[in-house]
């Protein structure tokens, strides 16, 4: 409305219209500043806001309360009754929408956010992730992106070898809630220690066939083998219906929960790829490690594994192969990790592969960090 209302006094450019706040002393809403106009037309600043001042009118329910010139500026004040009445007619109108915008319209941000491992608990470091990234989802939303809000599970690993081996040994637990998931994870830490016992113990074990056992379930696990498959499925399902509990009363969403596992049918394809890279070399024992690899920065990364020595992949592995998932499926302009500080070099790592193998040329890649949480005895 000032805009137009200056644009029609034919007293300046409107190219040299530049409202802006004013300051904090001063007693008015917006301010022109009048030196570029005033240069064109060869006045001097208090004299063109002066002439505006004396051009310009505005009705009675105008948004305008007041004009006033003020040295080389020209203030503005708002009519408050008016702006008031359209205001709280705006927001009941809008409703819970008020505030919004457009500004994400037709473009999709991934954002990944909570992330627990599969047979835990989640702890209080949890909380962080889970109510920052849902904020950030929300605030996106809000802005007219469409977000898919991705909880990225870690249900892949060695681990779970040892688990359903511990399981095997010491009984599967009954039960629902946290409670069954820390019977888990005390089957686990038993096995574990377990394999640690001395052999003066009375309890000691052959620590060496402990470890074949557990590795023995884990490759049956990726296999395919059909009891490892239903005992590994039964710790999914027990901590999503578990963790589910505390979403809900959390008001946090998701959109997906694709676990590590999801990814594994891409890894191959990922170290094929990441083989022809110069920064790829096979060591003599097999193990893949990357070198040299710069940042967004340009910046020398230090040297990381891509596959173990064993054939193993790793957690880069795996998070090269859903931001490839992600670009093919949900075309993102955005991807979001709401992730502990403790994880920066890695993100800085993963990206800078992804990019190097050619994916996400233009995709924003953002790690959020935030801080640990440590309990009363560090």
Same mark, same amino acid.
């Given at each position: 409305e000032i805009r137009d209302a200056l644009e029609a006094t034919g007293l300046i450019d409107p190219a040299a219209i530049d409202l802006a706040e004013p300051k904090a002393n001063v007693p008015a809403d917006l301010a022109l500043p009048c030196f570029k106009g005033a240069k064109q037309r060869g006045v001097a600043p208090p004299q063109l806001a002066q002439e505006l001042a004396a051009a310009l009118s505005f009705d009675a329910d105008s948004l305008v309360g007041g004009v006033q010139p003020a040295g080389p500026f020209l203030n503005f004040t708002l009519n408050r009754s008016a702006f008031a009445r359209q205001l709280l007619a705006e927001i009941q109108r809008l409703g819970d929408r008020y505030g919004s915008d457009d500004t994400g319209a037709g473009k999709t941000v991934v954002v990944e956010y909570s992330s627990p491992n599969i047979a835990k608990r989640m702890h209080v470091?949890?909380?962080?992730? *889970?109510i920052i990234g849902q904020a950030i989802n929300n605030l996106l939303r809000f802005q007219?992106?469409?977000?898919? +809000?991705?909880?990225?599970?870690?249900?892949?690993?060695?681990?779970?070898?040892? #688990?359903? +081996?511990? #399981?095997?040994?010491?009984?599967?637990?009954?039960? @629902?809630?946290? +409670?069954?998931?820390? +019977?888990?994870? @005390?089957?686990?830490?038993?096995?574990?220690?377990l394999k640690g016992a001395r052999a003066e113990d009375d309890d000691a074990h052959d620590t060496e066939a402990l470890d074949d056992e557990a590795r023995a379930w884990s490759l049956r696990l990726e296999q395919g083998d059909p009891r490892a498959? @239903?005992?590994?499925?039964? #710790?999914?399902?027990?901590?999503?219906?578990?963790?589910?509990?505390?979403?809900?009363?959390l008001g946090v969403r998701f959109d997906t929960q694709h676990g590590e596992s999801f990814y594994a049918g891409m890894l191959p394809s990922v170290i094929a790829r990441a083989e022809e890279l110069?920064?790829?070399?096979? @060591?003599?024992?097999?193990?893949?490690?990357?070198?040299g690899l710069r940042d967004a920065n340009g910046k020398e990364l230090p040297n990381f594994l891509l596959q173990r020595s064993d054939g193993a992949t790793l957690y880069i592995t795996r998070d090269v192969a859903t931001i490839i998932y992600r670009e093919t499926t949900y075309h993102p302009a955005r991807i979001v990790y709401v992730v502990g500080h403790e994880q920066e070099l890695h993100f800085?790592? *993963?990206?800078?592969?992804?990019r190097a193998l050619g994916y996400a040329q233009d995709i924003e890649l953002t790690h959020v960090s935030f801080g640990r949480v440590f309990t009363a005895d560090g």
């Open positions: 470091g949890h909380i962080r992730s *889970t007219g992106y469409t977000t898919i +809000a991705d909880n990225h599970l870690g249900d892949y690993g060695t681990q779970f070898g040892t #688990m359903i +081996a511990a #399981m095997e040994r010491f009984g599967r637990p009954e039960g @629902e809630g946290e +409670a069954v998931l820390a +019977a888990i994870e @005390e089957r686990y830490q038993r096995y574990n220690q498959r @239903e005992l590994w499925q039964w #710790m999914v399902d027990t901590t999503l219906r578990s963790n589910q509990r505390s979403y809900d009363r110069p920064e790829a070399e096979r @060591e003599p024992g097999g193990a893949l490690v990357i070198k800085r790592q *993963t990206f800078a592969l992804a």
